[in-house]
């Protein structure tokens, strides 16, 4: 499912292998239903990013500030970039610590979110780079009203389609609660958006809700031969304590019914060929859905 070899334990990472060498750190185990994703990329300069800070406050099974500072103090990188996707406390609530930790770094999040601490808002096709690694801003407003995704591609590593942080817009097989926006709009965040990325780009999402969510998407598609393969693998990386995380947008693309309110099949299971109505059905019935 995703070419990351992972570690875990107190500070693994993993390395794609390319020339300048785009790093990604998640350093703690997946015991949880509810992970909240430790994210740190780095370049071969040891310029690092930090995705979505959740609060001090915040114990097992979010990864609060206070235990990510050490582990990016172990990496010896300079911090450039604290990453928001949205304004929530799961994944803003320690912006201030950090940037008190790390007064060089640039607090970045969605225009107009009104996240914790952040000194630059940025919106669609926004973009900063780290070395070699380019970090684009898609816009996906919906969840809150400034979310936003990052895509992060190494220009070394032109053939790969990099990596997307994709807050609580899209998750493994599921997608946020629309709570500051209509279907049209999350259907436009997760099918003309999102789903362009490239068929290979790791898809990083929040929370590990996959399991939940793949157990409900087998309801919509029970025919689905690649989502009753995704099923099964990732009831084996939960049986071992492992993450489903990272996804890839081809995988995605063929198993969450989010994004495939676009498809035949999940339309004639919502009772319409609107892929905007049948988007909205799969998030009524998502929600009322209790297994
Ligand atoms: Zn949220």
């Not at 570690?7 to 390395?15: K, L, M, Q, R």
């Not at 979505?52 to 500072?69: E, G, K, N, Q, Y």
């Not at 919106?123 to 995704?149: A, E, L, N, R, Y």
């Not at 279907?183 to 996959?210: F, I, Q, S």
Request: some cysteine; aromatic content about 8%.
């Amino acid at each position: 499912m995703s070419k990351f070899k992972l570690e875990f334990g107190t500070g693994g990472s993993s390395d794609r292998g390319s020339g300048s060498g785009l790093l990604v750190g998640l350093p703690l185990t997946a015991k949880s239903l509810v992970l909240h994703f430790c994210r740190v990329f780095h370049t071969s300069l040891r310029r690092a990013a930090y995705a979505d800070t959740a609060a001090h406050f915040l114990r097992w099974p979010f990864m609060p500030i206070s235990t990510v500072i050490p582990h990016i103090r172990d990496q010896g990188v300079n911090l450039k970039y604290i990453l928001t996707t949205h304004n929530h406390y799961d994944h803003a609530g320690g912006n201030s610590e950090m940037a008190k930790t790390f007064p060089d770094a640039v607090v970045v999040g969605g225009k107009g979110d009104k996240a914790e601490a952040v000194t630059k808002e940025v919106w669609q096709d926004d973009q900063f780079s780290m070395g070699t690694c380019v970090v684009k801003v898609i816009s996906t407003p919906c969840h809150t009203p400034g979310h936003v995704c990052y895509h992060i591609h190494d220009e070394e590593d032109s053939a790969s389609g990099g990596n997307v942080f994709t807050g609580d817009t899209l998750f493994v097989a599921g997608s946020g609660n629309l709570n500051s926006g209509t279907p049209r709009m999350m259907h436009d965040a997760l099918c003309n958006k999102l789903a362009h990325l490239p068929d290979d780009t790791n898809v990083w999402v929040g929370h590990e809700y996959t399991m939940n969510n793949l157990k409900f998407a087998v309801t919509v598609e029970p025919e689905n031969e690649a989502l009753q393969n995704k099923l099964k693998w990732a009831q084996q990386q939960r049986d071992q304590g492992l993450p489903t995380v990272p996804s890839t947008i081809k995988d995605e693309k063929e198993t969450n019914p989010f994004v495939r309110c676009t498809q035949p099949s999940v339309q004639k299971w919502a009772g319409t060929t609107d892929p905007v109505e049948a988007l909205a059905t799969v998030r009524k019935r998502k929600s009322a859905w209790r297994g």
